[in-house]
């Protein structure tokens, strides 16, 4: 028996549901068929105020309004004219390499040279070597250790090396 009943309330509980279902989609009136409005809604678009009553109202606050536009534009006036100071303002620097050149037994004018360019102290190591050979001191390289910096002249580096 109780299964029986069990069996006839579900059968009414289903019964209800298809029935409430076929009303439900069937009968339509006129306030579903309406769009739904809110008073959020309505309040929404009476309060929203104009383009020209924010700018006013942000401007009158301290703030700069501005189209995205002028905005660019400003930004690239700003960036120019920072850019324009940095070049003005900085002095330009010279760089100073300083360079402690270790001379060994066996080391030609050349090989000095070489090491002299690749410390930044002359331009060209080939240049370098026909300076020495000029004065004639190709001969009397000095074994050592030697500061040397990139504010003396190629007549004081050569003295300072080679044997005059």
Known sequence: MKLNRLSSFAAGIFLATAISSAAYFTIGTEASKAPAQTK?????????????????????SGYVVQTTEEYNKSLQ??????????????PQKEVVNEVIINVTDGMTSIDVGRMLEQAKIVENAFQFTKEVEKKGVENRLRPGTYKITSEMTPDQVISTIFKE
């Open 77 to 90: 006036k700003a960036k120019k004219a920072a850019q324009e100071e940095i070049a003005s303002n900085e």
């Open 40 to 60: 959020e809604d309505k309040s929404d678009s009476a309060s929203k105020p104009s383009d020209e009553k924010m700018k006013a109202e942000l401007e009158s």
